[in-house]
């Protein structure tokens, strides 16, 4: 196996990269969507909402929370989950800044 280069990065493009690879699929963004509707909620709850098993939602939730997007607090046997206020609001502001920055390459790609 090689040596991880992710190091020679910075800490913003790294941070950056984790951000899109927690919203990098579907159903993550539908959690995240749930959970902006309903400002908390109980992953049984997501589970209903979702066409998917409790073990796969609880998978999606830890990437997530890894990602710093979104909490848990453990409420007797449930875990209560909503979105990490500081954590989204970076993530807003890293991704519109990158796109923002973005410059269209012309017509030299195609």
Not at 37 to 52: F, K, M
Not at 68 to 80: A, E, H, T
Request: net charge neutral.
């Amino acid at each position: 196996m090689g040596i991880s280069k992710t190091e020679q990065f910075t800490e913003t493009d790294i941070r950056l990269a984790g951000y899109a690879k927690a919203l990098a699929h579907p159903a993550r963004i539908a959690i995240l969507r749930i959970l902006l509707e309903r400002n908390a909620c109980i992953c049984g709850d997501i589970v209903e909402e979702l066409p998917l098993s409790q073990s796969t939602v609880s998978q999606h939730l830890k990437e997530l929370k890894e990602a710093g997007l979104i909490q848990g607090d453990i409420d007797g046997k449930k875990v209560c989950y909503c979105i990490n206020e500081k954590t989204w609001k970076e993530a807003q502001e890293m991704l519109h800044m990158f796109f923002s920055n973005a410059r269209a390459c012309g017509s030299k790609c195609g």
